[in-house]
């Protein structure tokens, strides 16, 4: 981890509460008189229901109501029932079909809501669920993207699925030309917390929520418009989350219905799902296939690269990534094109995953760079920096900041890439090959509109507020770190208040944006602070008295000139002097229009070491270092926290991860923690992380741009070229699993 005696790295400042059991999580709050329910998912992955018994469960002790499509209570900003049932004809989908949970008796999916049970404790809720039966008239699912690709659409949007420059032809035409496919399979959030929501409507038109979101202001918004009530009305509570990953990126159809039901029962209640829940009701990364086709001259110029995905989607509601976005733009070429298509299948709807699309983008990409370096004999990063570019060839504008190569020459020697081999397969420690893989991420650097209030009090305490939701990164520590850095008040005074909708409104945490949207209004309330202090100083009769407010410095809570140190205040005896118990600062922040004349990413290096026994096909990752370049680090342990954290769901992406659905069915066959594999502590090795820690100019006052999904995106990649480079085999579908391995060593 990168040192900065400057910006020395601090504890999580919640980290005390979440190791104690003191933080509390949506599920963690009781309410007087709560309820509970139970969700009943479908059996089959596409027909109809033609038969529901309820009445056993609704008979059982404790039961307050068994809700399905035929007693669903109504939610009035969601559209008429769909597909022409009893209730009458629906209105035109926006796709080839509509979801509205439990509106219906048919089918679109394994696992989709068909009752939800409420009781008066979880116990009941479940036995309850249990009872629950249906009769299906089915149909065959289908659920195999492979069998139907052919049939993909382009998504709407001004390029329709297509980008082009140049010739649409010169990746085949090239002197040196490479064509492959590549597979990433569906894969699942699965954090440690589950999903769920606790709503308590505290009167007619008004509402209290608990939620797993990453957005308490989505939310907020989401159910005032399904209910039609004023989103003043309605109170949203999320302080702290075990994991999001995307997953709470969106308010699920089960959280509205959950609302509803409360608003019928007059009563708080509580939805937790299960596990086999967590793969069909809050999304997944999608089951996409890619190809590139890449052509280069002999010298190693990139000539033209053709980059074409095709993902699933529901049949009810098409979801769209950005696969095919960084092929566009990180390499010099003159002639690119990309074709992004979406196939609508029986499945639930997929949503974003750590990475996004770049993800999955970045597997294609860089193992086709790493292929096309093999073939022109030449290093993979010497291959990277001669196609390496100063700016922006999709949109023609300069980066805000791009110090790439020096996170290649900083990754390189910290895994000792020098002792790589050219040829593959030609290293071994004992039964063991060896072999080194690299490969480049990116991501968008965003700032978006935010609020913060500051409020520091004449005792010399900090107040910072915002509604943003911590979901894990350690938002709380870096807040609290800008609010230092600008007014000088010590660590353990700060308090950071977040979570909540009552607080200052802030954006959705996800795509690596909220250090610089939130921070910026941080950092902006608390300067308005430091001048309103400084003005005051300048006025005063003490030491500081006839001084211009340019000449003034403020640190340690002390101001003072900043030529003569010796002449200073303390900011408490100046606000008591002035009859101040408190200076609160409210501040809107958004980035200027300099901000539209450059591009704005983040980039990361992955360095892998990888052992391969060539009899069992086992891959272990032995050592792994992962660059950051993404501008000022405002938070350096939680910083290199987030780093470890992605390259933990790197290696788990290119190694184990894998949602296997029977075709035949339409169902998981691994819908739980034992048989889909995520990275434990036995797969991951010591990481090593290193940040360039410069500034971007532009962005924001913090100079700090995004880093949370660069952690991941490019990771896969630099472990299946490093498998090659062991082996000589190349494995172009993840997970890399032994079987694959040993069928390709065979």
Request: net charge neutral; glycine share 10%; with cysteine.
């Amino acid at each position: 981890m990168t040192k900065d005696a400057k910006n020395p790295p601090i504890d999580r400042v919640d980290g005390r509460l979440k190791v104690t059991g003191g933080a509390t999580y949506f599920a963690d709050f009781e309410l007087p008189n709560m309820a509970y329910c139970v969700i009943v998912g479908s059996e089959i992955g596409r027909g109809r229901i033609t038969g529901l018994e309820t009445k056993r469960a609704q008979g059982a002790p404790g039961v307050l109501g068994v809700f399905t499509h035929q007693n669903m209570p109504p939610i009035p900003g969601w559209d008429a029932p769909v597909g022409g049932e009893a209730d009458g004809p629906a209105p035109k989908p926006k796709t080839e079909e509509t979801y509205r949970i439990l509106s219906s008796p048919k089918i679109l999916f394994d696992g989709q809501p068909i009752a939800i049970v409420v009781a008066d404790t979880i116990e009941r809720a479940t036995y309850a669920a249990s009872l629950v039966k249906a009769i299906y008239s089915k149909q065959a699912a289908r659920t195999d993207l492979q069998k139907h690709v052919a049939e993909g659409l382009a998504p709407k949007g001004a390029e329709g699925g297509n980008y082009s420059r140049g010739q649409a032809d010169a990746s085949q035409t090239a002197p040196v030309t490479l064509e492959a496919n590549y597979t990433i399979p569906i894969e699942v959030h699965n954090p440690m917390e589950l999903h769920g929501i606790l709503a308590h409507w505290t009167g007619s038109d008004t509402l209290m929520i608990y939620a797993k979101t990453q957005g308490v202001n989505a939310t907020q918004q989401a159910m005032a418009q399904a209910f039609k009530i004023d989103p003043k009305n309605i109170h949203v509570h999320t302080e702290f989350m075990g994991g999001g990953f995307g997953m709470g990126l969106r308010t699920w159809p089960q959280e509205t219905a959950v609302v509803a039901i409360a608003r019928k029962i007059g009563r708080p209640l509580k939805l937790v799902v299960n596990r086999s829940q967590m793969f069909t009701l809050v999304g997944h990364r999608p089951y996409t296939v890619q190809t590139i086709q890449m052509g280069a001259d002999k010298d190693g110029k990139l000539v033209g690269i053709a980059h074409a995905a095709t993902a699933e989607t529901a049949s009810y509601e098409d979801f769209t990534e950005a696969t095919v976005n960084m092929t566009k733009f990180m390499y010099a070429c003159p002639n690119v094109s990309t074709r992004y298509r979406l196939v609508r299948l029986d499945r639930s709807v997929p949503i974003w995953m750590r990475g996004p699309g770049e993800a999955t983008g970045a597997f294609a990409l860089e193992s086709a760079m790493d292929e096309m370096a093999h073939k022109l004999n030449l290093d993979p990063i010497e291959f990277r920096l001669r196609n390496y570019t100063e700016t922006d060839p999709e949109h023609n504008r300069p980066y805000s900041s791009k110090h790439l190569k020096e996170a290649y020459q900083k990754g390189a020697e910290a895994i000792g890439w020098s002792s790589r081999k050219g040829e593959p397969g030609s290293l071994r420690e004992g039964n063991w090959l060896i072999g080194y893989g690299m490969s480049t991420g990116v991501f968008n650097a965003f700032r978006w509109e935010a609020s913060a209030r500051a409020l520091l009090k004449a005792d010399g305490t900090l107040t910072v507020q915002s509604a943003v939701t911590d979901i894990g990164p350690g938002t709380g520590t870096a807040l609290t770190m800008i609010a230092h850095n600008v007014l000088g008040v010590p660590i353990d005074k700060i308090k950071v208040e977040y979570g909540d909708t009552l607080l200052p409104k802030a954006p959705t945490q996800g795509g690596s944006a909220i250090v610089s949207a939130v921070g910026s209004a941080v950092f902006d309330a608390c300067t308005a602070i430091k001048q309103e202090l400084i003005e005051l100083a300048s006025k005063d009769a003490g030491a500081l008295a006839g001084r211009q407010a340019n000449e003034l410095t403020l640190a340690d809570g002390m101001l003072s000139v900043e030529k003569e140190p010796a002449k200073k205040v303390s900011v408490t005896n100046l606000m008591r002097t002035n009859n101040l118990t408190v200076i609160d600062k409210t501040k809107d922040s958004k980035g200027g229009p300099d901000i539209q004349k450059y591009s704005m990413y983040s980039f990361s290096v992955h360095f892998v070491q990888v052992r391969v026994n060539p009899v069992t096909g086992v891959v272990r990752v032995a050592k792994a270092v992962s660059v950051a370049d993404s501008g000022r680090i405002v938070s350096p342990k939680t910083a290199a926290s987030q780093m470890i954290g992605g390259v933990t769901g790197g290696i788990g992406m290119a190694l184990t991860e894998e949602a296997v659905i029977d075709h035949r069915f339409g169902r998981f066959v691994n819908n739980n923690l034992a048989d889909y594999h995520v990275a434990v502590h036995a797969d991951v090795p010591a990481i090593e992380t290193i940040f360039i820690d410069k500034p971007d100019p532009i962005i924001n006052p913090m100079g700090a741009k995004g880093m949370g999904e660069i952690a991941l995106i490019g990771f896969a990649g630099a472990v299946a070229n490093a498998v090659f480079n062991a082996t000589g085999q190349r494995i172009r579908d993840l997970p890399i699993t032994p079987d694959k391995v040993m069928q390709k060593l065979v």
